[in-house]
């Protein structure tokens, strides 16, 4: 079965400093998808960032990107030029390309944001 | 705006009643997946729903069960409720092949 493992429950960072959160992962599957979502205080969940298996070159979303490391099952997000509304829950996730196959999350890293 | 809607937005009831929530997915997508959030915990994977037929199971409890109707909106009911029940519900949903899941606001449940 997949797993997603997160061995950062809290983090902090400077305001405008980055940082990186860890996400590692265990599956069989070639193909499949990783995420990273966002939980801020709200609860809400906010897809933050998305990459594809297949692909080689890292997603970038603004302040938001990923470090993905295929052979090594390793998917990290870096958080550049951090702000106090990035303070939030930060959850890694993994899918597999196949129909019907559900999320698995990863336990959570809680990351504040310090001015 | 994930486009994703939940009602009610806010639950509360007794123990041993039954609660029926439900979830409206974003327009054009067909799986619907339920989660349940207890206070600080991460994200328990309950139920998977394409197109009105379950597609995959998580820890989901006997005394709950969901469907999907024809319209896609999809509805999770929660009987004999226990304390412990007492969390945060998602309902998320995606396209057919291999996309992100967009979430919707959550349904915060109550048990006294």
């Known amino acids: 079965a997949q797993t997603v493992t997160q061995s950062q429950p809290e983090m902090s960072v400077q305001e405008a400093e980055t940082v990186t959160l860890s996400c590692t992962y265990d599956t069989s599957e070639s193909d499949y998808y990783l995420f990273w979502y966002k939980q801020p205080p709200s609860r809400q969940m906010i897809l933050v960032i998305r990459?594809?298996?297949?692909?080689?070159q890292n997603a970038t979303e603004n302040r938001f990107s990923v470090n993905f490391q295929k052979a090594a099952k390793s998917f990290s997000l870096k958080i550049s030029d951090s702000q106090l509304g990035d303070a939030a829950m930060y959850f890694c996730?993994?899918?597999?390309?196949?129909?019907?196959?559900?999320?698995?999350f990863g336990p959570g890293t809680r990351l504040s944001v310090l001015p | 705006d994930s486009g994703v809607t939940q009602t009610p937005k806010h639950l509360i009831t007794a123990t041993g009643q039954r609660v029926t929530l439900r979830c409206s997915p974003r327009s054009g997508d067909l799986s619907v997946y339920w989660y349940q959030q207890s206070l600080d915990q991460g994200l328990q994977f309950l139920i998977q729903?394409?197109?009105?037929?379950?597609?995959a199971k998580g820890n989901i409890l006997e005394r709950f069960s969901a469907q999907q109707f024809p319209d896609l909106h999809s509805e999770l009911n929660l009987s004999s409720l226990e304390l412990g029940d007492s969390a945060l519900y998602f309902c998320?949903?995606?396209?057919?092949?291999?996309?992100?899941?967009?979430f919707g606001p959550g349904t915060r449940l109550t048990v006294t």
């Open positions: 996730a993994y899918r597999a390309d196949n129909y019907g196959q559900n999320f698995v």
């Open positions: 990459q594809e298996a297949y692909k080689q």
């Open positions: 729903y394409y197109n009105g037929e379950e597609r």
């Open positions: 998320a949903s995606s396209a057919l092949a291999g996309g992100e899941q967009y």
